[in-house]
């Protein structure tokens, strides 16, 4: 452990470098992740389908 240690101090640039591209990476697996969502919904005979990003509010008085 302390091997690692003594690495990371003496090497500071090597090992922000290789955290900024580990988080970049990351990054770009998420931001395709959320991509993809969509909303879907199967209406029956004689009814209404609502769909909405955020809150609705029916028949509110």
């Known amino acids: 452990m302390e091997e690692v240690l003594k690495f990371v101090k003496?090497?500071?640039?090597?090992?922000?470098?290789?955290?900024?591209?580990?988080?970049?990476?990351?990054?770009?697996?998420?931001?395709?992740?959320?991509?993809?969502?969509?909303?879907?919904q199967k209406l029956g005979n004689n009814s209404k389908g609502y769909q909405a990003g955020r809150d609705i509010k029916i028949n509110s008085k």
């Open 10 to 40: 003496e090497h500071q640039m090597l090992s922000g470098s290789i955290g900024i591209i580990l988080v970049a990476i990351i990054g770009i697996f998420i931001k395709n992740k959320n991509n993809g969502a969509s909303q879907k």
